[in-house]
């Protein structure tokens, strides 16, 4: 118990310092954001700091740090180092920066972010990466929700009637005004997030049972002190198994969307950082019950290969909290994935729109993009094979993030602020890239090459990345020190 509290406690006073620290290098300020300056009725919205929050919360969570966090578990306590301080130093970073650099153009889509600073050749690689990736995802959260309603209806009511109902929602919400759907649903669907995971806290905390279950990190890394029950590397597959919950790259597709409502530059730490570090809270505390609930990783680690983490989170549910906790379970694991999916659905459109200079006031040019987007997804559906496309997907985020934090790096330094605000964000960007490099080397559906050859070429990479940061700012700094003298 004493583990996870000090981590719980570090997540929240990291908030509250490392938010405010970057906030302050940003050098917040008081000039129009896009929603008050021209506002559109459709995307560009002004919405209340509270409902921007728990948007955001619901754009980037879904099933992410519950399944995710509960996989990650499967290395033991351990996880919550890379939910805590991953958290804090990548994922709040990545979020706050992706979403105000969005803001201060004009809510411009991440692809289109990345293009001016990292080059041309970044820009048609991010606006396919992206578009992509947000579709692999409406696709994902398209095909579990339906399949799990099935299970729930007459037999009448199969997976196919459900995989259409969820489409034509998905259709729905993409096509609207963001205030429309989005607007209202998620606020309601936050907050059911929100009660879960404090519910679960509450019971493993008051609970002597469970407190007394809960291990610490210092006494139980996994079966027999070994590690995952399956043989698998922590470094670096349990930081891409755990995204959402620590730092994920699908969350710079989604800040934008949210960035195209504030009204302030004030509201960028409350709800891009915080709803990082409410992600986090709540992945931690997932973490935190699969170790507990089944005592051992090894039985938590076939639960979830068998039978899946649906079935993880109903049982866990059920027994902490009763029937609640089975209302409460059966809403997460069908509403969650379905307020990712829709906005994935919906940032694809703008991203699409944002590459093509297509206005999307008007509902015609909408109906364009939002047909082709929802029609190439029902397609990718009927695709079987797509646990091993999942795959591919989690490296790929891991790697969108990378290059999102190298942006953020160039934005900083380009626009002339301090070292250490550059470092901020370069630093975790040089992490990220030693994963997703490690990650792709090593992982069994991409080169599957040993760790002795991974591990040193992944740090290699990074350096390498790093080294190339700072010479081609320096250069570029020096540039604009003799600009300036000869002016």
């Known amino acids: 118990m004493i583990t996870f509290l000090v981590s719980l406690v570090v997540l929240l006073v990291g908030f509250a310092l490392y938010s405010k620290l970057i906030e302050k290098v940003f050098c917040i300020d008081d000039r129009q954001t896009p929603a008050v300056a021209h506002p559109d009725g459709v995307d560009y919205t002004p919405m209340k700091t509270w409902r921007l929050f728990l948007v955001q919360l619901l754009n980037i969570a879904g099933l992410g740090p519950i399944f995710g966090a509960l996989s990650g578990a499967c290395w033991g306590p351990r996880v919550y180092l890379w939910i805590v301080f991953g958290t804090i130093l990548g994922g709040g970073v990545h979020d706050f920066m992706s979403g105000m650099m969005s803001e201060r153009h004009d809510g411009a889509s991440i692809s289109e972010i990345v293009g001016m600073y990292l080059g ?177 990783v090894a039985d938590l680690n076939e639960v979830m290969v068998t039978a899946g983490g649906s079935e993880a989170v109903n049982t866990i549910c059920r027994a902490m909290m009763g029937p609640i906790g089975g209302i409460l379970a059966l809403l997460g694991v069908i509403a969650c994935p379905i307020t990712s999916g829709d906005t994935a659905f919906r940032s694809a459109r703008l991203t699409i729109a944002d590459w093509f200079h297509i206005d999307q006031s008007h509902w015609k040019n909408r109906l364009l993009l939002s047909v082709p987007v929802l029609g190439v997804g029902a397609l990718i559906t009927q695709w079987g094979d797509f646990a091993t496309l999942w795959k591919y997907f989690s490296w790929s985020n891991q790697t969108l993030a990378m290059m999102v934090l190298w942006a953020g790096a160039v934005y900083l330094h380009r626009n002339g602020f301090p070292p250490v605000a550059c470092f901020m964000c370069a630093l975790p960007a040089t992490f990220m890239s030693a994963v997703s490099v490690t990650y792709f080397i090593q992982a069994p559906e991409c080169l599957n090459m040993s760790t002795s050859i991974a591990y040193p070429v992944g740090i290699v990479v990074a350096i390498l990345f790093l080294a190339i940061f700072l010479w081609r700012e320096w250069i570029a700094r020096k540039g604009d020190v003799k600009t300036s003298a000869a002016a």
């Open 120 to 296: 041309k050749f970044m820009l048609q690689v991010m606006r396919v990466f992206s578009v992509i990736l947000l579709i692999l995802v409406g696709v994902n959260f398209s095909k579990n929700p339906a399949a799990l309603l099935a299970s729930l209806t007459p037999e009448q009511f199969n997976a196919s009637f459900w995989l259409v109902v969820v489409l034509i929602y998905y259709f729905i919400a993409t096509f609207l005004p963001i205030d429309k759907i989005i607007g209202k649903l998620y606020p309601i669907f936050g907050a059911c997030l929100i009660i879960m995971a404090l519910g679960l806290m509450g019971v493993m905390l008051v609970d002597s049972n469970y407190r007394s279950a809960m291990p610490e990190m210092w006494q139980y890394v996994g079966v027999d002190g070994m590690g995952h029950p399956d043989g698998t590397p922590i470094w670096a597959q349990m930081f891409v198994t755990v995204a959402c919950g620590a730092i994920s790259g699908f969350h710079a597709t989604q800040s934008p969307m949210v960035a195209r409502c504030m009204t302030s530059e004030k509201e960028g730490r409350k709800v891009f950082y915080g709803a990082m570090v409410a992600e986090g809270v709540i992945a931690l505390v997932w973490a935190a019950a699969g170790v507990t609930f089944y005592g051992n």
